[in-house]
């Protein structure tokens, strides 16, 4: 536990409140968690929606599992405005979320954070993915010839969850040491803003005219080439090629044609299917071996199975500090003095836990 | 008027995870002073876009982007003056970012003990790839390396085919890294002002990446196809349409959705999710995009253009206020905040420096040296001095 972290955080999503911001509330309230603080979730009774999100049967999904660890439920059934006052009172922070009328209530804490999914009050029906489509993102990813590829999991509301904690954390620091101590603070952060944030460098840079960036796929200079035992993404600058051709030893990749960058971009097919027939007799497990013997940036793609048993994730106990039920997931990605916050143990009775 | 004023921060970030950091802190009003060395410049200063040259001698616009609100020092860490002055500095700071390749920072003799020595209170973010320590602690690495490595790109990709990286131009976890790194370091200062006691912050891009899927380890046992396209529960049917125009149109349709579906297009009544795609590819691939689009968004569906970087400031401006704020010479743009504080709002108050514009104010206010110390540094290399 952090001194600084020693704080109460409520999640306090108003019953219409939009999945994208469900989840991503439960993210801030989650990094918060890890850190020590106490958080707590409100739930309707009706349930949180994100319970049911890719579950099976009547257990949680999985999202829910990992988002709601290390956090204790106030069970209410009924979510409003004046049972969240009552409850908001006692706490320092709370996040919570525009409604459609494009107000946040009003809770009586320190600090509110409050998130929407559009910076103005546009009401229209949003997901992550129909507003990574608006800020750009989803054009970035996949084949040109083929439609746009979304990122994997949750990454727009879990990018506006950590733009969330740091407006909170900033906002906790100034109510303690900033010009403003101990005067209110509110926080707002949107899904729309958090993603051009992150999206910046698709945005043409003034001063030139250079053709808008797109989605290069299997055109591109990073590839993602088969190895025997799966696959690796080829990724190096300028600086690497050399030492990426020595590795190799191939004299195809000699060729004075791809000795120039500008070269190597327009046989950027070729270049991949060279680099791809040198891996063909090699493991993941090599070529990791390889990119550390060479200084190569080359990524063996690794799925979230095999990496509980990755020698890197076992070394800095990635996972061991952050059991829930039989279930492993990854623990805050921050040590401190070589420390990873959090209890030592997780109760795992906690999860859904009434507390009243 | 910044919450973070009166933090003084020593930035040894370069390119993008580790500068983006601290012009982050910079933007929520800490004083941060970017120290280059005479003979290794932020690689950023010289990434100028393709296409036409800019102006000779213009500053690189994705350095200005991830320095503004920043002072500049030019100082050789490598020289003993130069490591003195850097301790110097050190002592009267709260904190120092850096992102170097492990190990940089202890040759240079500014490890974390020795930095402690000086200052007990100081916080250190350092910022790797996969962190200070384990057999991959010295694994060179950029954004998309991590995608793999992490297990976030085992899972992206196209229904049942190869794995997909977000690629050069987005470097995911470059960009996402800058905010949770800031948000760890504020909360550090904070314990830090509070007990005195300073930290070392071990900051792992590739333990983000994973945290970021996070719940993909607790299912990582099942079954399932490890890569699905644009599908995503709880969405009946989720995907990229083309329209007759030739627009990608994203669309997230809700089991709930399906009546409004049979309302506008005519799908069948309790349709199963591939009728409702089928129904879908048929009517937006007859349809101009906006049209389909707007016609989804009036009957409450998740629905929206694909845009591309350059539509951005002309076609969703009203939908975002923050992320990129106009100004500068031309017309030009600042990258801007992905948050913001109401009453103690995060602000852009001045350029990215040039190299060592700063150095004598630098040396002669915050260490306390004398103007004929300092231009003997700068006579002996250790600093440069702005023109």
């Known amino acids: 536990m952090l001194h600084a972290t020693n704080y109460t955080l409520l999640e306090a999503p108003t019953p219409d409140c939009p999945l994208p911001l469900r989840v991503a509330m439960a993210m801030t309230g989650r990094i918060a968690a890890d850190l020590g603080a106490n958080v707590l979730r409100v739930e309707g009774g009706c349930g949180d929606p994100l319970r049911s999100v890719g579950a099976q049967g009547n257990d949680d999904g999985a999202l829910f599992s990992f988002l709601s660890a290390r956090k204790s439920t106030l069970h209410m059934a009924e979510v409003s405005g004046s049972a969240l006052m009552a409850i908001a009172a006692d706490t320092d922070a709370v996040i919570t979320n525009k409604g459609l009328g494009g107000e946040a209530l009003a809770l009586p804490s320190d600090i509110v954070v409050e998130l929407s999914c559009f910076a103005n009050d546009d009401a229209r029906k949003a997901s992550e993915f129909t507003v990574a489509a608006l800020a750009g993102l989803l054009s970035m990813v996949g084949d040109p010839d083929r439609q746009p590829l979304r990122l994997a999991g949750h990454q727009p509301a879990y990018a506006l969850g950590l733009s969330a904690f740091l407006g909170l954390s900033s906002a906790l620091f100034g109510r303690e040491f900033g010009e403003r101590a101990g005067q209110r603070e509110v926080v707002r952060a949107n899904l729309m803003d958090t993603i051009v944030w992150l999206n910046w460098k698709a945005i043409p840079m003034p001063g030139t005219d250079a053709e808008p960036l797109m989605r290069a796929g299997t055109s591109g200079e990073w590839q993602v080439v088969r190895c025997a035992d799966g696959y690796v993404a080829i990724v190096y600058q300028e600086a690497d090629w050399e030492r990426l051709c020595k590795a190799l030893n191939d004299p195809r990749l000699s060729d004075p044609a791809l000795a120039l960058r500008a070269d190597r971009l327009r046989a950027s097919k070729r270049v991949a299917a060279l680099i791809e027939d040198n891996f063909t007799d090699m493991s993941r497990a090599d070529i990791r071996r390889m990119a550390l013997d060479h200084r190569l940036p080359l990524g063996p793609v690794w799925s979230p199975e095999e990496l509980f048993d990755d020698p890197q994730c076992t070394e800095r106990d990635f996972f061991a500090a952050a059991q829930i039920g039989s279930a492993r997931v990854p623990g805050l990605p921050l040590l401190m003095n070589g420390k990873r916050p959090g209890p030592d143990t997780v109760d795992a009775a906690i999860i859904g836990r009434a507390t009243r | ?387």
């Open chain 2, 1 to 387: 008027m910044g919450v973070l004023k009166g933090c003084r921060i020593l930035d040894l970030g370069i390119i993008t995870a580790g500068a983006a950091t601290s012009a982050l802190l910079a933007d929520l009003g800490a004083e941060v002073i970017k120290i280059e060395s005479p003979s290794y410049r932020d690689p950023f200063r010289a990434w100028i876009p393709d296409g036409p040259a800019m102006s000779e001698g213009a500053m690189s616009p994705f350095f200005r982007a991830t320095n503004r609100n920043k002072r500049g020092l030019s100082l050789d860490l490598k020289q003993p003056a130069g490591r003195k002055i850097m301790l110097r500095l050190a002592a009267s700071s709260h904190g120092l970012v850096e992102n170097f390749r492990r190990g940089v920072l202890e040759r240079l003799g500014l490890g974390y003990e020795t930095l402690a020595g000086v200052n007990p209170g100081l916080v250190l973010g350092s910022i790797s790839s996969q962190g200070e320590t384990g057999p991959d602690s010295h694994y060179v690495s950029y954004g998309s390396t991590l995608e793999a490595v992490a297990g976030m790109a085992w899972h992206t990709g196209y229904d049942g085919d190869a794995p997909v990286v977000s690629g050069r131009d987005v470097n995911y976890p470059d960009q996402v890294v800058a905010i949770f790194a800031a948000s760890m370091i504020v909360s550090a200062l904070h314990e830090a002002r509070a007990t005195g006691q300073g930290a070392h912050l071990d900051l792992s891009q590739r333990e983000l990446t994973s945290y970021l899927i996070g719940e993909t380890f607790i299912s990582a046992k099942d079954e399932a196809a490890p890569r699905i396209g644009n599908a995503d529960a709880p969405y009946l049917v989720q995907d990229c349409f083309r329209s007759a125009d030739g627009e990608w149109v994203a669309v997230s349709l809700e089991h709930r959705d399906r009546s409004k579906l049979h309302q506008l297009i005519g799908a069948p009544e309790g349709a199963h999710a591939q009728q409702c795609r089928q129904a879908l590819l048929d009517w937006i691939g007859a349809r101009q995009g906006h049209e389909a689009v707007a016609l989804l968004v009036d009957a409450g569906i998740a629905a929206a253009t694909a845009m591309t970087g350059d539509r951005l400031m002309s076609e969703t401006a009203r939908l975002w206020n923050m992320a990129i704020i106009p100004g500068g010479d031309d017309g030009g743009w600042f990258k801007g905040f992905p948050v913001q504080l109401v009453n103690q709002p995060l602000a852009i108050d001045r350029d990215a420096p040039e190299v060592g514009a700063d150095s004598r104010t630098i040396l002669s206010e915050l260490a306390g040296y004398t103007d004929p110390e300092i231009d003997q540094f700068a006579e002996e290399g250790v600093i440069e001095l702005a023109d």
